[in-house]
């Protein structure tokens, strides 16, 4: 029996949650927020789903109680606010710092040996305190940004290859998860196989390449919210991945140790997922560029992490 939890069930943890279940990923999916009755509401509309889809996961919603997620494999935790008016960034990563804290005490209080998905922003910063406060093997802490990066990278390829066929696509994009230190690796990008520089000029693949840094930024100001369909499937993909020991590459963003020439530092690289967590980090010899780039996101994030030093 494996058993799933996703702590904060807004729009991108129910959508993760709902995927979850009906892929069937896991036997049973335990949704938990502070807010009352959203979970045990989300939870409720899920059941009532699956019996149109003949699903068979166990759906729980829960307010708090977290003895509830007991047990679980993998936890995945989406928990945190937004940017409120007048709220300063450092102030933002503050709060969410305790909230990330907290949470990651009361999921391993009942879960010891679960493995960890963070989700919460700033994804890299908060996968980084994570590491430094829970006394956890890094391969069991992963930070989910590469993956849905890397989605939006296919897409906006696909698009200027004229409608290509999304499966056919290859492409990776690594470093911080925001939108100035994400690195769309286009030496690497393929489509059936063929590096896509052969069908696409280098205007065209580096306007590609801009549009995936703000793809988030994008979709806001056309939603007027923050994207969740795509961020949740990134994150059921991921769960899948681990549960389901498929040895799947990923970008993923990990606690380095002289891997890509950084240590101490979570930042996104392409990782083998399975069973146990992240397995090893996967070398794409960067070139000069873009290592220099690299180095650059890499830099970045530190800088976001020095706001930690009040609450590690």
């Not at 988030?216 to 939603?223: D, E, P, V």
């Not at 020439?261 to 560029?289: Q, T």
Request: with cysteine; proline share 3%.
């Amino acid at each position: 029996m494996s058993k799933v939890s996703v702590i904060g069930v807004g729009n991108v943890g129910a959508t993760c949650a709902g995927l979850i279940a009906i892929n069937e990923v896991a036997d049973e999916v335990v949704l938990l927020d502070v807010k009352e009755g959203i979970a045990e509401g989300k939870a409720l509309d899920m059941k009532q789903a699956s019996c149109l889809l003949s699903i068979d996961t166990k759906i729980k919603g829960v307010t708090g109680d977290y003895s509830k997620t007991a047990g679980s494999d993998v936890v995945v935790i989406t928990s945190g606010i937004p940017r409120k008016p007048g709220m300063t960034r450092e102030e933002l990563i503050g709060v969410n710092a305790g909230i990330v804290k907290d949470v990651t005490s009361n999921v391993l209080k009942y879960s010891p040996n679960a493995i960890l998905v963070i989700i919460s922003n700033p994804m890299d910063t908060m996968t980084y305190l994570v590491q430094k406060t829970s006394g956890l093997p890094k391969n069991r802490i992963i930070g989910l940004g590469g993956a849905l990066d890397s989605s939006r990278f296919k897409t906006y390829l696909s698009i200027a290859l004229g409608g290509a066929n999304l499966h056919d696509i290859e492409a990776s994009v690594i470093g911080g998860h925001g939108d100035t230190t994400m690195i769309p690796l286009i030496r690497y990008a393929t489509y059936k196989g063929i590096p896509v520089s052969e069908f696409l000029s280098e205007d065209i693949l580096n306007k590609v390449a801009a549009d995936t840094m703000v793809g988030g930024a994008t979709l806001t100001k056309l939603l007027g919210t923050s994207a969740w369909y795509a961020p949740g499937a990134a994150g059921a993909y991921l769960v899948e991945a681990v549960l389901r020991d498929q040895k799947k590459v990923l970008p993923c963003s990990v606690y380095l140790e002289g891997e890509y020439g950084h240590k101490d530092i979570c930042i996104g690289v392409p990782v083998v997922l399975g069973r146990s967590g992240w397995e090893k980090v996967v070398d794409y010899k960067l070139n000069a560029a873009e290592q220099a780039l690299f180095n650059k996101s890499a830099e970045a994030v530190r800088s976001t992490n020095k706001v930690l030093d009040a609450v590690l």
